[in-house]
């Protein structure tokens, strides 16, 4: 049988907190691999790798004079704030390497001009200069937990608005059932292989008009960090993080359910709904705990991550779904 190939987000890590990988060159250097032997990552300067504030970018466009925005309040914690080095220097971006440490590379991301792109079965399809965008909507900030299927977790404040609105702007014919995410990320420097690019991600139009289905465009009051998914990404946070796909630069509306990029590439481990669920193993490893980054410690993983109050009914009437993978 030939072996499972390991994804970089499969790779696993010692520690909890890049802090401490960083620290231990060793450990860095055997994490990234080819990555840094190739984008002179070796060398990385620590300071600005671990740095928490930024200078405005040239490409930042109109967003820093909208923010801060307003916290909903809604939408509470029962845990800390990961710190902002964290969430900014472990990441999942494919497009710029498989290791975790692609928030260097991810700078190449040109985030401006940008483009949201709305088709497949809408009144009349659109083009949405993504600053024009911002201006139009209502902008909030949402304390959103974050688990990853790699059974690592974030809590994470963004600042964006929901997706219902976009919805709502898109105008869908009564046809559309789905809608399918496309990112704008055409020829990162870690594209190629087996892996069926573009990235996609999918929704139902139930999912996607839900009110926790929220598209972000910053994250801890400021413009969202490159390696985060600038300029604008999804964050559905009772499902695994891979459904929240980044740097979004297309949504089509669409009859049939869409084969997404993990399905694609491993439908027996990736499915389409990715509902967090810890009765529910990944056929590799377990799902009941997660290890919480920036703090070192475990936390037992809930039901939808803990958002069942507001996600649950979507589910109930669906029989012979894998709901949870
Ligand atoms: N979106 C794109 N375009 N490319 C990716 O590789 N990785 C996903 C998701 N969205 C990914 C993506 C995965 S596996 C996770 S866990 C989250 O982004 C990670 O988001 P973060 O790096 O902001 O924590």
Redo the contacts with the bound molecule.
Sequence with gaps: MMPIRRRG?EIKDNEATPETVFLNRRAFMSATGAAAAVGGLGTIGLGSALMTTRPARADDGVLPSLLPAKRNEAYVLDRSLTPQKD?EN??????FGTSKYVARAAQELKSRPWTVKIDGLVAKPLELDFDDLVRKVALEERLYR?R???AWS?TIPWTGFPLAALVALANPTSGAKYVQFE?G?QDGPGMGGFYPWP?TEGLTMAEANNELAFLAVGTYGKVMAK???API?LAVPWK???K????ISRISFVKDRPQTFWEQLQSSEYGFWANVNPAVSHPRWSQAQERVLGTGKEAPTLIYNGYGQYVADLYKDMKGEQLFM
């Design positions: 987000w969430n472990y990441n999942n971006f494919y497009e974050h990853c299927v790699e974030m990112t990320v990235y390696q985060n998914g990404r695994y993080g891979f929240s796909i980044k740097s």
